[in-house]
């Protein structure tokens, strides 16, 4: 803005110097550097019409008419569309570390993964059974799309039985629709932390009893030796 005031200013100066004329709208808009500034701030800020501060740089130059529009253009497609991207990217970040934004966002999307997963079980249920089959599963798992379709919703389809196997949580042999979306978002992607924690606690948890159960058992085993010795 600076150097564009100085190129204005200096040829309105210049301009009613050789003219000896006084032109009040030249003088008001561009006879000083101050005014030339306020000028150029206004024009971008809606402040003034670009009509009525071009009119006395038309009379000195057609080229100055185009180097106002190219501070205007450069202006307003350049700087001020920085401007408002820094202003938009500072908002869209603390909206992303806002916590209920955050909380919305995940509820959201687990919605939708739930939705999603729901229509795939009812595009493997063609006989809208309610439930599908290992034979069912094994036979949809033949299919490219069906297999992109797992993929897509982060589930690993290398192992038909396996996948079954976890998703049949009640081991009727058969998994309904609710057995399978519940279980689908449990499998979905990799292991956690919690996960992973979770896994390592029933295990300590299971050696703990098989411990207790391997000391019992060899409690009575000698219980029963001394008794046959005794005899």
């Known amino acids: 803005m600076y150097v564009f005031a100085i190129i204005f200013t200096q040829s309105a100066v210049d301009y009613m110097a050789d003219t000896e004329e006084w032109d009040p709208a030249l003088d008001g808009f561009w006879g000083g550097l101050e005014a030339s500034m306020l000028t150029l701030f206004k024009s971008i800020s809606g402040g003034l019409s ?15 008419v185009w180097l106002f529009c190219g501070y205007i253009f450069f202006t307003y497609f350049a700087v001020l569309n920085v401007v408002t991207g820094v202003f938009c990217n500072s908002a869209i970040e603390n909206a992303a570390n806002d916590p209920e934004v955050v909380v919305q966002s995940l509820v959201a999307r687990k919605k939708e993964y739930m939705k999603k997963v729901t229509d795939l079980f009812k595009h493997l249920d063609t006989e809208d059974a309610g439930s599908i089959t290992l034979e069912e599963l094994e036979t949809f798992m033949s299919d490219e799309t069906l297999r992109a379709s797992f993929a897509a919703l982060e589930i690993d389809t290398d192992d038909a039985w396996l ?9 009727a042999h058969v998994v309904d629709i609710e057995e399978f979306v519940w279980g689908c978002t449990r499998l ?13 606690h029933d295990s300590r948890w299971l050696a703990k ?23």
């Open 50 to 64: 670009w009509h009525e501060v071009l009119s006395p740089l038309a009379d000195i130059s057609r080229g100055l």
């Open 163 to 171: 996948l079954f196997k976890l998703l049949d949580t009640n081991k």
């Open 188 to 200: 979905r992607g990799s292991a956690t932390a919690v996960d992973m924690n979770a896994l390592l």
């Open 209 to 231: 009893k098989l411990s207790k159960l391997t000391s019992y058992v060899e409690e009575q085993f000698q219980k029963l030796q001394s008794s046959s010795c005794s005899q």
